[in-house]
T-cell receptor, first 116, second 112 residues
Framework: GAGVSQSPSNKVTEKGKDVELRCDPISGHTALYWYRQRLGQGLEFLIYFQGNSAPDKSGLPSDRFSAERTGESVSTLTIQRTQQEDSAVYLC??????????????FGPGTRLLVL | GENVEQHPSTLSVQEGDSAVIKCTYSDSASNYFPWYKQELGKGPQLIIDIRSNVGEKKDQRIAVTLNKTAKHFSLHITETQPEDSAVYFCAALTNTGNQFYFGTGTSLTVIP
């Protein structure tokens, strides 16, 4: 079946512009995560959605970052007034309901963002 | 919160040899430990995972061991092949939290 998809695959923007990144999770997966991965580094948690519960936004680095998810479908990550330090790969992952065996995350290919 | 440390950061082995990557964690409430392989330009892919009620899990050439007392877990790859070359990440998840805490990654190179 289809995996997690993300768009665009690459995005180049100018400092100060807003960008919107999209994630399509695996159908039926109730949990959705966004991560940031800077070059040569590990994954930095940004935000977590679980069904209709309030999202866990504790990883968002500043108020320029926000994310939305409608039900158990598509999610968008928005970065306002982009800065050069926002340049990174943004990864999305989805997983089934959080029950025994439901923690496995399936990652998308990521969106490579470059802020000039 | 949880803190996951991963070693080594880079590892080179000859084809056919074994590779071992180690991670430690700090939160005793962590109970799920996945390992991911990330190839260049791609997202991480789960290769094996272990839960805190078992000490070892094996899948063909890949195995993971967990020592709950010492709070560390390791990835073992035997009979390495050039296609095993990638960056490997460990992670930990607590039984009540939402966040996966990732190690900083190990770049594995298998030399033909």
């Amino acid at each position: 079946g289809a995996g997690v998809s993300q768009s665009p695959s690459n995005k180049v923007t100018e400092k100060g512009k807003d960008v919107e990144l999209r994630c399509d999770p695996i159908s039926g997966h109730t949990a959705l995560y966004w991560y940031r991965q800077r070059l040569g580094q590990g994954l930095e948690f940004l935000i977590y959605f679980q069904g209709n519960s309030a999202p866990d936004k504790s990883g968002l680095p500043s108020d320029r970052f926000s994310a939305e998810r409608t039900g158990e479908s598509v999610s968008t990550l928005t970065i306002q007034r982009t800065q050069q330090e926002d340049s990174a790969v943004y990864l999305c992952a989805s997983s089934p309901a959080r029950a025994a065996g439901g923690e496995t995350q399936y990652f998308g290919p990521g969106t490579r963002l470059l802020v000039l | 919160g949880e803190n996951v440390e991963q070693h080594p950061s880079t590892l080179s082995v000859q084809e056919g040899d074994s590779a071992v990557i180690k991670c430690t964690y700090s939160d005793s409430a962590s109970n799920y430990f996945p390992w991911y392989k990330q190839e260049l330009g791609k997202g991480p892919q789960l290769i094996i995972d272990i839960r805190s009620n078992v000490g070892e899990k094996k899948d063909q050439r890949i195995a993971v061991t967990l020592n709950k007392t010492a709070k560390h877990f390791s990835l073992h790859i035997t009979e390495t092949q050039p296609e095993d070359s990638a960056v490997y990440f460990c992670a930990a998840l607590t039984n009540t939290g939402n966040q996966f805490y990732f190690g900083t990654g190990t770049s594995l190179t298998v030399i033909p």
